[in-house]
């Protein structure tokens, strides 16, 4: 099919258009008022037009900056025409006077000469005395006319001298007059701002300008997340993001009065390279936003989970090598938001070689960059210290000595200095040097294991190493990681920051920065016997990803090569081989399994095997999910890995434990006399003897003292039902807890009414007491940005509990009005799974059902069940971003197992015809 032959911007004949509204005014016997209507249906009609020509242009030819330039040029047009059509018929100056001079400005990102489809309009009326009847007159009816269009303007109505007074108090100001662009009227007048602005405003400012431009900047990532791998980046504000560019563009007009280009690489700020790589950044950036604000209709910014998939197929990415489409787009965005990073330490470095950028601080009281210790690196090494930052002695240091690229970090890390634009510079130029030779050369290996197990700041000298592309260079397997995301709602990070991360979590631990959260594997981690296999296993434990085959196989595999290389002993490899190859099953074991049965523990005992092995899964477990991204670990998840830890090192110690089991359930009781030390003895006793042992184990501290209170007060009041909760906005987390008589519907029931309120669980925490009542704690995704909103959504969860408990509601008629999924979660596709398995426990059936999540979910797996005339004993409730895995350990009601093969079907039929599609059950 032959591409249609498309206008070109401004996507009309503006002469043609300016005599139609003419004609239309006369139409209307030559009144403005009476034309005005038909004036707007015309101009709407021309932007509606213009909009699906820049649409039309793009999906035909991929160029997101011909886009944005031509909806600029579009614009610029448009205000043009409505700005003489109000001159000329509306507010006409018969008797022009110099008080009735007026130039229309774009500013700001519109003054770039760039806008995005769903883009803000700045405009500036720059007038050259004070306001005047006839100019107010001309900017209002011109911003009607906009707003009318459906644009959202800012604006201003301005003298020379006022833009000058206000751009020299506000930084803002300053900036969007940085980049402002006469689109109509009078040109003397903007040509005497321009002059004013260059001579009163940026002469002298610069040095100032830079350094407020670039805490901008820091702020600006603080708040969008510093990191430039979210999964979910934020194209505009995030890191790496086009704001960035922006802030590049500032700089370089501020101080050269040009874009990034030929002036920047004569002042020796960029190279032709590094300006080139600018503008690639820029126009990949650009087409990404366009497509998105097009295909959302409106000024989206976030490259969310709903949207990447069409933006990877609309762009052209295909499924290939392991990688899904949408995640070879992202791993692209990745590297572009990599290469915005690159840039930007570029150009501060060079700023702080001319001066024109202050010098960061080091961290700490004292800079360790004595004269001292300069000569000494001057003398006994190829490296230097030039204005604080580390430099190479030549640009052969690299060539002449390959082993320098990986010394180099480690010279950065013993100075604590920062890095040499030049030193970076000779680094990318020198990629070719790392071949098999170095890599395989001992005392390369020797220093960069040393680099990752030290214990300076392993983490940011990784990142160095990463950032400046020598780590995917050095170690091939760990480029194959690099900005790859995974299409998936639990992880927040890319794999290869993801891998960093773990190693940086290792060290806050092994520091003790972390003992509040992780209080068992700080005290471990003291004690075991090798921290060289920890710290190689975690970083990495996920560099498998990305292939066809399982990734933790995948990565034992390439340990099995890698290690050997590192220099680590024959026993050292296969242990971090088994840490690998094991990294998933401490956690899903903890989360998914019943860690009070006897076999449970067994059974992972068998895999462990050794209580060293069990330390460094525990610690490596731990670190793991806390580097998975912000609220995924909590208390919950700690408290049974260590529950876990503690049932199963008796049993690999041959029972000569540091800690008795008995003595953990004595500890946990007196903790909780402890904490309720102006109770009366006897209340707590009898809290106490209502609960299992296993009860001391599996709930956390903190949890024990809210469920003694909770059951204070309903037997104060003599209530057999009865609820708490709190709600954490880190973690995004709210914990409801229900207290109320056993019954077999009951967390149905519990789960049904969660449902009706469209409270999405995520977790579940189910315990039975001695005396017949059941006290769950359900965790719940926080819905609300506001505390207070939070606790009333809870209180009305609760409120709904208590109805249908009382027999006042029925759950499948409140279920009927429910809320569909969030469109983030329709975006994924999980596989259905039901696995039933009488190998696991001694006692139940164990039902592990693996599906995508959604509201409901748990309620209907429950609900069916219970029509299928099963007991269940236990749950373990566990998402994973979209994925839920539900496992519940069952009888049939004369409390055996789940034996025929027939009943076994049925079971899989009904609950994989649930997972299958959302749909009301019948109670």
């Known amino acids: 099919m032959d591409t249609p032959c498309l206008p070109t911007a401004p996507y009309f004949d503006p002469q043609e258009l300016r005599q139609t509204l003419t004609g239309l005014l006369q139409e209307h016997g030559g009144d403005p008022a009476d034309a005005r209507p038909a004036i707007v249906d015309r101009l709407k009609t021309l932007v509606k037009a213009a909009r699906g020509t820049a649409r039309l242009q793009l999906e035909a030819d991929g160029n997101g900056r011909r886009c944005a330039m031509g909806l600029a040029r579009f614009q610029d047009e448009l205000v043009r025409l409505i700005y003489d059509y109000t001159v000329a018929h509306v507010y006409r100056a018969t008797n022009p006077s110099d008080a009735e001079r007026m130039a229309v400005v774009a500013t700001g990102g519109y003054g770039r000469e760039l806008l995005a489809p769903g883009s803000d309009i700045d405009l500036l009326f720059l007038l050259p005395y004070k ?34 007074k206000l751009a020299l108090q506000d930084t803002t100001i300053r900036t969007s007059l940085l980049d402002m662009w006469l689109i109509h009227g ?30 901008e900047r820091s702020e600006r990532h603080r708040r969008a997340g510093e990191s430039r791998y979210k999964v979910e980046p934020n194209i505009k504000d995030g890191k790496g993001g086009l704001r960035d560019l922006h802030t590049l563009h500032w700089l370089s007009k501020y101080l050269t009065g040009h874009d990034v280009g030929p002036r920047t690489v004569a002042m020796g700020i960029f190279t032709n390279e590094e300006a080139a790589t600018f503008r690639k950044c820029e126009n990949f950036l650009w087409t990404v936003r366009c497509f998105l604000h097009f295909y959302t209709g409106r000024a989206e910014e976030l490259l969310s989970f709903d949207i990447q998939p069409m933006l990877a197929e609309r762009l052209g990415y295909r499924d290939k090598g392991g990688l899904r489409a949408v995640e070879r787009f992202m791993k692209h965005y990745f590297l572009v938001a990599k290469q915005v990073g690159d840039l930007t330490t570029i150009l501060c470095a060079a700023l702080e070689m001319q001066q024109l950028k202050s010098t960061p601080v080091l961290e700490g009281l004292l800079s360790p960059l004595t004269w001292k210790m300069r000569r000494q690196i001057r003398d006994t090494t190829d490296f230097r210290i030039d204005n604080g930052r580390l430099n190479i002695a030549d640009k052969d240091t690299f060539k002449r000595d390959p082993l320098n690229l990986i010394r180099f970090f480690a010279q950065a890390e013993n100075t604590s200095a920062f890095l040499h634009p030049n030193a970076i510079r000779q680094l990318r130029r020198s990629y070719r040097l790392i071949d098999d030779d170095l890599r395989n050369d001992p005392e390369a290996n020797r220093i960069f294991l040393s680099l990752l197990t030290g214990r300076v700041n392993p983490e940011a000298t990784l990142r160095r190493m990463n950032e400046t592309g020598v780590l995917g260079r050095f170690i091939p397997e760990f480029g194959h990681v690099v900005a790859m995301m995974q299409f998936n709602m639990y992880h927040h990070y890319t794999v290869d920051e993801h891998l960093i991360r773990t190693v940086g979590m290792l060290t806050d631990i092994e ?90 523990v067994r059974d992972f005992a068998d895999i462990v095997q050794s209580p060293e092995r069990l330390k460094l899964l525990l610690i490596l477990t731990s670190a793991d999910i806390r580097a998975v991204g912000p609220g ?79 059951l204070e007060r309903a037997e104060r009041e003599g209530k057999k039902f009865a609820t708490d909760h709190i709600t954490d906005a880190f973690s995004a987390i709210t914990e409801l807890t229900v207290f109320a008589p056993n019954h077999p519907r009951l967390l149905s029931q519990f789960a049904g009414a969660c449902a009706a309120n469209g409270a999405n669980i995520v977790g579940a925490h189910v315990t039975t007491t001695r005396d017949g009542f059941a006290l769950d704690t359900f965790l719940l995704a926080r819905e ?80 069916a069940l219970s029509d299928l005339s099963l007991d269940i004993a236990s749950a373990h409730i566990t998402t994973f971003g979209e994925k839920a895995v ?38």
């Open 131 to 164: 306001q005047t009847p006839w100019g107010e007159s001309v900017a209002e009816y011109i911003l009607y006319v906009l707003w009318d269009l459906g644009f959202k303007v800012g604006h201003a109505t301005r003298t020379v001298d006022q833009c000058v």
């Open 186 to 215: 009078d040109g003397d007048l903007y040509a005497e701002l321009e002059r004013r602005f260059r001579d009163d405003v940026i002469k002298g400012s610069e040095r100032a300008f830079v350094d407020a431009k670039l805490a």
């Open 511 to 600: 520091r003790g920065k972390a003992s509040d959260e992780l209080p068992l594997s700080t005290e471990l981690i003291k004690t075991i016997q090798n921290r060289r296999v920890l710290y190689v296993a975690a970083f990495l434990h996920d560099i498998g990803k990305g292939r066809v085959e399982d990734h933790s196989l995948v990565g034992a595999e390439i340990a099995r090569t890698l290690c050997p290389r590192f220099g680590l002993s024959a026993a050292e490899t296969d242990t971090v081989i088994w840490l690998i190859e094991q990294h998933l099953t401490m956690s899903n074991i903890a989360q998914s399994r019943d860690i009070s049965d006897p076999k449970t």
């Open 632 to 710: 995924v670990w909590n208390g919950w998840k700690g408290q049974l890995l260590r529950t876990l830890y503690h049932e199963t090192e008796p049993v690999l110690s041959g029972g000569h434990t540091k800690i008795p089991r008995s003595q953990i359930v004595a500890d946990a009781q007196a903790e909780l006399r402890a904490a309720l030390s102006d109770w009366n003895p006897a209340a707590i006793d009898r809290f106490i003897d209502r609960h299992y042992p296993d009860y001391w184990m599996r709930t956390e501290p903190r949890r024990q003292i809210d469920h003694a209170r909770l």
């Open 784 to 863: 609300l940005g506001e505390d207070d909103d939070e606790h009333r959504r809870a209180e009305r969860v609760a409120d709904t509990i208590g109805r249908v408990l009382r027999g006042e509601a029925w759950i499948p008629a409140l279920l009927e009005q429910r809320r569909p999924a969030p469109p983030r979660v329709e975006a994924f596709t999980v596989e259905p799974e039901i696995i039933i398995n009488n190998s696991l426990s001694d006692a139940f059936t164990v039902i592990e059902v693996t599906g995508r999540d959604r509201t409901g979910l748990l309620y209907e797996l429950t609900t």
């Open 886 to 923: 539900d496992v519940f350990y069952v009888t049939d009601l004369t409390n055996k197992k789940i034996d025929s093969e027939t009943r076994q079907k049925a079971i899989r039929e009904r609950l994989t015809e649930i997972l299958q599609g959302p749909q009301t059950q019948e109670a």
